[in-house]
């Protein structure tokens, strides 16, 4: 079930109710079109490669990781950043846009990563049309992950460690990890999985996940946008699955910033 809210010409449909994909195989756009590649100069020259996901929430609004736009502790400056919509090449095709307003959640920890979500504002509008670029359906605040079902990343980043990123869209299936097994694993590392947060990935397999480069994508289940992917410790660990952001925790949050003026 989803719920549009329409405002000065465009809806936001919610529903109710440090990282490529390793292992997994090539998508196509038509899949997922409201996937974009987030590009970034790193703060010099006028070259801008893909760096991080995000998903289209509005004509004007894209949706990603807090932590995407930190270098530690300090923040970058929305001038280092575009969006490239309408493709499945992270860095050819579509068209690129200025990001002119990068929000990050109040209350975001860029030490301990909690609360890792962002919005961020065009300058101009993406061209939305129907398999190339389209709002995302976003979970609403009564969404329950369930353990061991299936959902799928979705990004440009590596294949695996240590691999290089990829050019072309690609997606993996992964599984809803208990909270508690994976709050206890990451417990060894100092790292405090909160609530905001779902773990996902191959318990004890590994081979497949997130990884490098998929910093901010959507973690998809049946075509709504469920999580934002925040970090892991390695590409497709199998004794540490992958950290997202329960999108559903934000909903109110990421509705209202990306329709503020």
Not at 26 to 41: C, D, E, G, I, R
Not at 98 to 115: E, K, Y
Not at 174 to 185: D, H, K, L, S, W
Not at 207 to 218: L, V
Request: one cysteine or more; aromatic letters at 10%; a positive charge.
């Amino acid at each position: 079930m989803k719920l549009p809210i329409l405002i000065v010409g465009f809806f936001i449909a919610v529903c109710k109710g440090d990282q490529r994909i390793a292992g997994g195989q090539q998508a196509t756009l038509s899949q997922y079109p409201f996937v974009v590649a987030l590009l970034t100069n790193s703060g010099a020259g006028t070259v801008f490669r893909q760096a991080c996901v995000g998903t289209i929430l509005s004509n004007n609004a894209v949706l990603s990781a807090a932590s995407c736009f930190f270098s530690g502790t300090v923040a970058h400056p929305a001038s280092q950043w575009r969006v490239r919509a309408g493709s499945a090449n992270s860095n050819a095709g579509g068209s690129v846009l200025v990001v002119n307003r990068i929000t990050t959640h109040p209350n975001f920890g860029p030490v301990n990563l909690n609360n890792d979500v962002a919005v961020l504002r065009t300058r101009f509008n993406i061209d939305l049309r129907p398999g190339v670029a389209e709002a995302a359906r976003i979970a609403g605040a009564a969404y329950a992950f369930v353990p061991t079902n299936s959902v799928w990343g979705v990004g440009w980043g590596a294949v695996g460690q240590g691999a290089s990123w990829s050019d072309e869209l690609r997606h993996v299936e992964i599984f809803v990890i208990n909270q508690q097994t994976c709050a206890g694993r990451y417990s060894e590392l100092g790292f405090t999985v909160t609530n905001n947060m779902v773990c996902a990935g191959w318990l004890d397999v590994g081979i497949r996940g997130q990884c490098k480069g998929d910093n901010g994508g959507p973690l998809v289940d049946n075509g709504i946008v469920v999580g934002v992917f925040s970090w892991t410790r390695s590409c497709a660990d199998y004794w540490y699955p992958a950290i997202n952001t329960r999108v559903g925790r934000y909903t109110k949050w990421i509705v209202d910033t990306a329709l503020s003026a």
